[in-house]
């Protein structure tokens, strides 16, 4: 096991930078998610860490050893791909062993890894089937047991449940959660699935165009997002938006106007960075956030549009003017899909942004 540390990384494909001084401590043993959309930088940033890509500039340190002129074969790591490139003319044991018996590991201690990852993962039903003969989970489990076998200080994840169908997925986070409880070590992983990183991490790095945008445990980016990508990204259904103006400030208090909704207003807590009157801001809200008419400080009209009933709750898509909101509602509260009726929103369940995006507190 080992401690990873990232000091000011970038990465550069010519003169066009796709990673920009990445800066990141992680603890042994601790499970971290990088995660963002598609061309964020995330799988870049794993690959570096691996020693599969080159970095342009900074430090990666694994174990306190610098390790940006080490082989990938040398830096106590261990990879498992989106793919699960298994070799396709040997059994699940041969594909476990392979990799040690390569390297001449005495026979004893790669049967006895092969053993171990086989009981960890409970494929040792599995050992003389062929990849052909396997699900995609069963696969995804062999991959994983290659990885295993190894022993590394660091396990890295580049998307390995992206090919899996939905139940699947749920299956494969319960496993690779239990595993990492299990061996303890140091675990990076890959995803464009927030689901999965909110379900996963000990923290949550979000990336976004090259930067990361904010590190933390994933309640924490939850209920205290620094901007509004990351406040938009994390959550799913995703925080909605509402456009809305300063209109009054006093010595303690500030009262934002909703733009688009018949003069409906909220105070909220004074900052010192508080925009001035006038200025326009956007108002965060989670969908779980809207409560019925009255219960809030200010009430929106809505028109139901669609509803999506998932047993306990519902989630209703709804119109408010130029505005779609994602409403969550108790499942015997559904309303048709023709239905009008009125939500209410509370100032200390509710966030602010600025023009830029960046959070007011």
């Known amino acids: 096991m080992a401690a990873v540390t990232l000091t000011n990384v970038v990465k550069r494909f010519g003169t066009f930078e796709v990673v920009h001084g990445a800066n990141l401590d992680i603890a042994d043993g601790e499970f971290v998610v990088f995660v963002g959309p598609s061309g964020c930088g995330k799988s870049t940033l794993l690959r570096m860490v691996a020693g599969l890509e080159d970095i342009s500039g900074g430090e990666i340190a694994i174990g306190g050893k610098v390790v940006n002129d080490v082989e990938p074969a040398d830096r106590g790591i261990a990879m498992v791909f989106q793919s699960y490139a298994l070799y396709p003319h040997m059994t699940v044991e041969q594909n476990l062993s392979f990799g040690l018996r390569m390297n001449g590991n005495p026979k004893a201690d ?22 052909k003969q396997l699900s995609g989970g069963q696969r995804q489990r062999v991959a994983i047991g290659r990885a295993i076998v190894r022993e590394p200080q660091v396990f890295l994840f580049d998307e390995p449940l992206s090919n899996l169908d939905a139940e699947l997925r749920v299956q494969m986070r319960v496993e690779i959660s239990r595993l990492h409880k299990e061996l303890g070590v140091t675990m990076i992983y890959v995803t464009h699935d927030q689901t999965e990183a ?3 991490a000990d923290r949550i790095v979000v990336l976004k165009a090259g930067n990361v945008e904010q590190i933390g445990a994933p309640l924490d980016l939850y209920d205290d997002p620094t901007n509004r990508f990351v406040a938009g990204f994390i959550g799913s259904p995703k925080m909605n938006f509402i456009a809305a103006k300063v209109v009054e400030t006093s010595n303690s208090a500030a009262v934002v106007e909703l733009v688009n909704h018949g003069g409906a207003r909220l105070r909220k807590p004074l900052c010192e960075a508080f925009p001035t009157v006038g200025t326009e801001v956007m ?79």
């Open 110 to 131: 790669t049967e006895r890894r092969v053993k171990r990852a086989a009981e960890i993962l409970c494929i040792d039903e599995l050992m003389q089937r062929r990849p």
């Open 198 to 200: 909110m379900t996963l």
């Open 283 to 361: 108002l965060g809200v989670r969908p779980e956030h809207f409560f019925e008419a009255g219960e809030g400080d200010c009430d929106i009209p809505v028109k139901a549009d669609v509803a999506e009933h998932l047993g306990s709750v519902s989630y209703v898509y709804a119109d408010a003017g130029p505005e779609e909101l994602i409403i969550e509602r108790e499942a015997r509260r559904q309303r048709a899909s023709s239905d009008h009726f009125t939500v209410s929103i509370k100032a200390e369940r509710s966030l602010l942004f600025d023009r830029t995006g960046a959070r007011i507190r």
